[in-house]
Each structure stands twice: as C-alpha cells, then as structure tokens.
C-alpha cells in the first residue's frame, strides 16, 4: 500500500459565512499491485488531452501550467472526470484533512500545516489493514529550499518515531519519501483530490461541485460515514454540520455514541450557507 501525498492546499478566501483561512492536506491510498498501472493510465488521459510532455495537471493551475489557457471550461472538467475514473478504477481511496487556520490545532502542535499532515497521518494509519505488509508515503516536494525539505522529512520522522496518544504509526514502513509532483501522475491526482475538495468546503459553488461528485465515492468511509474519516474539517464543534450538507452524512459518532445531523446549536444547522 502506498500514499501519494498532495502538497498543502490554501483557501484563503473562503465565502462559507463565518469560516477562516483554511490549510488542507490530502493523499490517496493505492495498492502496491496498481501503482503502476494507475500511473500508466493517467499518463493516457494527458496525452489525450492534449499535454505537452512531462507537463502536470492541478486543480487550479499557475500560469506557467500549459493547462492554465490551453485546458479550459467543458474540456477541463472533462479531464478531470476521465482522471477519477482511472483512480475508481484501480481502487483509489482518498482522505482530506481541512483547518481553519484561525483556531487552535487539534494535535496542539504550533502550526495548522503541520496539525493536518499529522491528522492524515493517523488516518492513513487507521486505513491500512492490519494484515497488510505497511505503507510507503510519497510527498510531493515541499516549497522552498532544500533546507527546508530535509526540515519537513525530519519533522516526519519524529512524528512517526513518537507517534500520538491514539496512534502509534507502526503501519507506515519507512520515513516519509519526497519527490517533484511533476515527475509522478499520482501526486498530482492527489493534489487534484485535496484542491477541489479544500474549494468545495470553503463554499466555491461553481467549478467545485459537479468534479467533487466524482470524489465522493472515493473518500475514505467507515459506517455510511465520511466526516473525520475521508474528509476531517477542524475543529468539527464548528464544523460537524457541514458533513451532513457536503458530505451526506447523518450522524456524528464519537467513540461509542452519535448524535444525528444536523446538530441543533451548531453553525450551519440550517444549510451549508447559513451560519
């Protein structure tokens, strides 16, 4: 088993009613026997797209990306269709970990970029089965120098080293690997994954949703439910009613006990849009 690890998304701006900046990371979980056939497939969909060689795809592409003016509008979204197909099809899971950057971090460490990839963490953890042989993370190469790459991987290793109240990591087979994204199809998906999920929870209402359909069903799940599991928005007493709206879930469970959705109470009881 493998993740490919999205590089952090921003949304800094976003136009829900009441919500920070928000940082994200996300990866998706492939199976070491489709690795490379899911690499070979993605590869296909650009080259019918029209890609240039070793040119990658985003969600939201810079003007340096050939895709930025050359795949646009019905194409592009098309695009991304045909590229979640190809993770369905070889059995891709994927888990998004979203914060307000405005509020205290969940695992009390002093940075919200550091708090999600410690909360994807744990859940890639929790995700890979006990009879398997572990997991290999591959991240897409942190901005900056090299300097600060050799700081995230060994902010990695300590964390995995040391591991949480809840998780002690011993699924993960090695220290974080680190590579450009766009040397590999499968980091970009995932950055694909976490940027359109990241939009839609911060209330994008145009170009997020019809391409997150086609997300959801490869969002990790336990119990009919994807909040905290496939996407986790910090912190839920904020957010758990956004779940039921975006996500479809009906109950909010922690440890033994639920409690149904949405929480009278709570932001966002009435809509999505309403706090």
Not at 82 to 96: K, Q, S
Request: glycine share 8%.
């Amino acid at each position: 088993m493998h993740l490919f690890f999205g590089d952090d998304s921003r949304q800094n701006t976003p136009t829900r009613p009441k919500m920070g900046a928000l940082v994200a990371a996300g990866g998706v979980l492939v199976g070491a026997e489709h690795v490379k056939s899911l690499e070979s497939v993605l590869n296909d969909e650009c080259r019918k797209a029209g890609f240039p060689s070793n040119e990658e795809f985003k969600w939201s592409p810079g003007r340096e990306l050939w895709m930025r003016t050359n795949l646009v509008a019905e194409a592009r979204q098309q695009f991304y269709f045909g590229v979640l197909a190809a993770a369905r099809d070889h059995d891709v899971t994927a888990i998004v970990v979203i914060e307000d950057t405005g509020c205290r971090t969940a695992t009390g460490v002093d940075s919200s970029e550091e708090d999600v990839s410690h909360m994807l963490l744990e859940r890639v953890h929790n995700s890979v089965p006990a009879s398997s042989n572990g997991c290999v993370v591959i991240v897409d190469r942190p901005s900056g120098d090299r300097a600060d790459e050799d700081r995230f991987l060994s902010g990695c290793l300590e964390h995995l080293q040391s591991g949480t109240d809840y998780v002690k990591h011993d699924k993960i087979a090695l220290n974080v690997l680190s590579t450009p994204s766009k040397l590999v199809r499968v980091l970009q998906l995932a950055d694909l994954i976490t940027s359109c999920t990241t939009a839609l929870v911060s209330g994008e209402s145009v170009y997020a949703p019809p391409v997150f359909e086609k997300i959801k069903p490869l969002l990790n799940q336990f119990m009919d439910r994807i909040g905290g599991i496939g996407v986790k928005i910090h912190p839920d007493y904020k957010y758990a009613n956004l779940y039921h709206w975006l996500l479809g879930d009906k109950w909010l469970v922690r440890g033994q006990s639920g409690a149904p959705l949405p929480l009278s109470g709570r932001p966002y009881k009435n809509a999505p849009d309403s706090y």
